[in-house]
C-alpha cells in the first residue's frame, strides 16, 4: 500500500513546560494536519490527553477518525497512532529549546488501508501535504496561548 511522509517545524512562542501542557488539551490537536475536529477525547485524572476521536476533510470528503498513544516523554516528544476508514499512520511532535520559544516539528506518516483506499491515496495525501507547513505553523502559534 503507497504511504506519504511530511516533516514541519515551526516555532511556539512559549516556554516547553506551557507547550507541553498544551498538548494535552483535545483542542490543540484541531489545528493538526489531518485533524479538523475534535469529537471526543479521553483524559487521565493527571491531566494527560489518552486519546481522541476527530474529524477530517480531504479532497471534499469527510472522514472519522481515532488517535491513540504511542509513545509520549514529557516536555520532549508525543506521539498518536491515527487511523481512518482510507489511511493509518503516526503524528509525532518533537519540542526543542529555541531563542525565543519553543521549536515544534511535526511528522506526519500516512499509509492507505486497503486496494480501495489506495485509489484515493494520492488525493487525500496532495490535500494533507498542500496545506502541511501552514498547518504547522498555524499549530506552533496555538500551542503558544497562555
Known amino acids: 500500500m503507497p504511504g506519504k511522509t511530511f516533516q514541519q517545524s515551526a516555532i511556539a512562542q512559549a516556554r516547553i513546560a506551557s507547550v507541553w501542557g498544551a498538548l494535552n488539551d483535545p483542542k490543540s490537536w484541531e489545528s493538526i494536519p489531518g485533524v479538523d475536529r475534535i469529537v471526543d477525547s479521553v483524559i487521565d485524572p493527571e491531566g494527560q490527553l489518552q486519546g481522541f476521536s476527530f474529524e477530517s476533510e480531504a479532497a471534499g470528503r469527510r472522514y472519522l477518525g481515532s488517535a491513540t498513544p504511542a509513545g ?67 499549530f506552533a502559534r496555538g500551542l503558544s496561548r497562555p
Open 72 to 138: 509520549r516523554e514529557p516536555e520532549k516528544m508525543m506521539a498518536w497512532d491515527i487511523e481512518t476508514s482510507e489511511v493509518r499512520g503516526r503524528i509525532v511532535v518533537i519540542l526543542g529549546a529555541a531563542d525565543p520559544g519553543t521549536r515544534v516539528e511535526v511528522n506526519l506518516r500516512m499509509d492507505s488501508v486497503s486496494a480501495l483506499s489506495t485509489i484515493f491515496f494520492p488525493v487525500i495525501a496532495a490535500a494533507v501535504g498542500d496545506g502541511f507547513p501552514k498547518a504547522v505553523v498555524d
